[in-house]
């Protein structure tokens, strides 16, 4: 016999009102890119569609997937909420090189107008993943803290 799973209705709606949403702003954006940008332009738009796809599953899900199985292994020590912690600044750093990535490639192969690139995309994106690396280590250590704290106080009322 198989057992269905019983979905709640709550869970349900919540779901189908997600996936609502997401269909309709893939239309909403399908409709901007067709009135927006110029037939010319989709070749260079459909590479860096493809550049976020690879770094999507071959840099942000195997980082989320390597901190998520590495975690397991230590068990029940490491609290979830760090897990995710973790996971939220992997998938942050990889959304931001996909970003400037774009920005480093046309320094590197130069532009005609400095303004179109004025800034040191390189320089400042190791900035932005140094300070990505201190905010997730004082997250990490408040949420511990914290915890600790909640566990103490709750253990003298004991």
Avoid: C
């Amino acid at each position: 016999m198989s057992e269905t799973a019983v979905i709640d209705p709550t869970l349900r709606r919540w779901r189908v009102g997600l996936v609502i949403s997401g269909v309709l702003s893939l239309i909403v954006g399908g409709l901007v890119l067709l009135a927006d940008v110029a037939p010319s332009n989709y070749v260079g738009l459909a590479v860096w569609f493809l550049g976020a796809l690879i770094i999507h599953d071959s840099i942000a899900a195997a980082g989320v997937v390597a901190v998520q199985i590495a975690f397991r292994k230590a068990g029940r020590r490491i609290p979830f909420v760090v897990i995710a912690i973790l996971q939220g600044a992997i998938v942050l750093g990889a959304v931001m090189a996909l970003i400037v990535f774009p920005q480093i490639y046309k320094s590197a192969i130069g532009a005609n107008n400095t303004s179109v690139v004025p800034l040191d995309y390189s320089g400042n994106l190791v900035v932005f993943y140094l300070v990505l690396g201190v905010l997730t280590a004082l997250a990490v250590a408040g949420y511990l803290f914290a915890r600790r704290q909640k566990s103490r106080s709750s253990s003298r009322h004991d």
